[in-house]
């Protein structure tokens, strides 16, 4: 069988699964199964896909068989194969999750029939852009995720998720615009999209005109990787979403934004890494975020200053310019999206079980075993104590980092450490808060894990176990990172294109 046959799957089964479930919208168990099945699937595929990348090299499919280059071009290379086999596990095991009350949220008339073909069709954009191979696919890939996550961040039609998912999409919008924009500047001075022509042609222009469009592509994918300082659309945004829909907007969708850059800084630009900017944008993302997150009084808002933060200790390894710190944050890519949403499946439970996720109103959590070592576990690796794997990502990056004979990478690590110690605090805060202090004598709405769907429980306690996991295989994952990082710094993915056009 060739291999290049699959790379598509990713992208096409779930859309054709997509229109399954929406036949079966009075169905929503045989939905469920549908979804649940079809992502396993995916996340095969996925996995087929990311052996063959670290036996064979890049495996490349062109849609069409147009000659001289001219087509639609996936590329299932060892970073974009990981990319899919992290999300693929991800989005499996959460789409079991939601119920109607959890999507819903009591509002009368909400179409919670839609979740399942919008979750799915949010699944194929992500997928695309992972496989993306030009720049205008790549953006397809994004508007397809982006108008699926208008439908599921607004699902409910309460008054606080429209208003927050009002925010969300004017910001998507604006950031679409300015993406289109840059294609068409890109298109003009080159000639081509390509990721695999681009960098060659864009060499050839004046430096000028070089760094106007790597800027500018940068602002784009630091919107939607919510970056500082465009970082303030999200904490506004992801709390208001079911607990199901922020897991994933959390985990996957700012990922997809580090992805871009990663391709950015590493495919179209690898003579022009923008050290210093960058290395200035990754210490104030950390520090902003975290200190906006030790102010926050509701979990879910405090997790995505959290989650805004840490997107700081990735922007820091590209930064870097290297191959150990670009295999560093590949490893810390797969972790945080991992950890970040366990962790907010932990809160949908907390939500539940304690009747609020505000730090006022819970208490007497600790009565509930389970629950508190299901948000403990995720809880410390986000915070980095040793051995788990958030503990092993940053020391990757700072041993990255001080390699570079550079005053401001010495000052991103420190940004780092003092960022790891404040996240330690504020995940720390919520356990003190959530699960030790009392309640009022009068307050008895704690309840026990009885009263969630033993499918919920499963489902997070699966995400904690993997998270769990990861430490236990962070050799191998670290060498992965790294060959991948080998890969796009020596040309293996342009090579692998240009052999495979028709």
Excluded at 139 to 154: P, R
Excluded at 219 to 237: E, N, R, T, Y
Excluded at 471 to 493: K, M, N, S
Aim: hydrophobic letters at 60%; proline letters at 5%.
């Amino acid at each position: 069988m060739d291999l290049a046959n699959l790379v598509p799957i990713p992208v096409l089964l779930p859309l054709l699964a997509a229109g399954i479930t929406l036949i079966l919208a009075r169905h929503p168990a045989m939905q469920r199964v549908v979804s649940a099945s079809t992502l396993a699937v995916v996340a095969v595929v996925s996995l087929v896909l990311c052996l063959a990348a670290d036996a064979q090299g890049p495996t490349v499919l062109w849609v069409g068989a147009w000659p001289d280059g001219l087509g639609i071009v996936l590329v299932a290379d060892r970073l974009s194969s990981l990319m899919l086999l992290v999300s693929s596990i991800v989005v499996a095991i959460v789409v079991i999750f939601p119920s109607r009350r959890d999507i819903a949220d009591s509002a009368d008339g909400a179409p919670v029939s839609v979740f399942h073909p919008t979750f799915l069709v949010l699944t194929a954009g992500v997928s695309n852009a992972f496989l993306a191979g030009d720049l205008f696919n790549l953006f397809v890939g994004f508007e397809i995720l982006l108008f699926s996550s208008y439908v599921l961040i607004m699902l409910g039609a309460t008054r606080e998720r429209v208003r927050a998912g009002s925010t969300y999409v004017v910001v998507s919008v604006v950031s679409s615009l300015l993406f289109l924009l840059a294609i068409s500047l890109v298109y003009g001075a080159t000639g081509t999209v390509s990721f695999a022509q681009l960098p060659e042609r864009l060499a050839a222009l004046d430096p000028g005109m070089q760094l106007t469009i790597q800027l500018l592509l940068l602002v784009v994918f630091g919107i939607k990787a919510a970056i500082f300082p465009l970082q303030a659309w999200l904490p506004d945004s992801y709390p208001t979403a079911p607990a199901s829909v922020t897991a994933v907007f959390a985990g996957l969708l700012t990922k997809v934004g580090v992805f871009a850059i990663v391709r950015l800084q590493t495919l179209l630009f690898p003579e022009s890494p923008l050290t210093d900017l960058l290395l200035v944008v990754a210490i104030l993302t950390m520090l902003f975020g975290i200190l906006g997150a030790l102010a926050q009084g509701e979990i879910k808002r405090l997790l995505s200053f959290t989650l805004v933060s840490h997107i700081g200790y990735m922007l820091l390894g590209i930064a870097l310019g290297t191959e150990l710190g670009l295999g560093a944050a590949i490893f810390y890519i797969v972790h945080h999206i991992l950890v970040q949403t366990t962790l907010f499946i932990v809160v949908g439970l907390i939500e539940r079980v304690g009747g609020s996720t505000s730090l006022a109103r819970l208490g007497g959590l600790a009565s509930v075993p389970l629950l508190a070592v299901l948000y403990l576990v995720p809880a410390l690796n986000l915070g980095g104590i040793p051995p788990l794997s958030g503990f092993l990502g940053k020391v990757a990056l700072m041993d990255a980092a001080l390699m570079l004979d550079n005053p401001l990478a010495l000052v991103a690590v420190i940004a780092g450490v003092v960022t790891s110690i404040l996240t330690l605090i504020a995940v720390i805060r919520v356990w003190q808060r959530a699960f030790w202090q009392d309640r009022g004598e009068d307050d008895d709405r704690v309840h026990s894990l009885r009263v969630l769907p033993r499918i919920w429980v499963v489902a997070a306690s699966t995400l904690v176990a993997i998270t769990v996991a990861l430490t236990a295989i962070a050799g191998p994952l670290t060498d992965y990172a790294y060959r991948a990082a080998v890969d796009i710094h020596g040309g293996a993915y342009q090579a692998a294109v240009e052999e495979a056009i028709p």
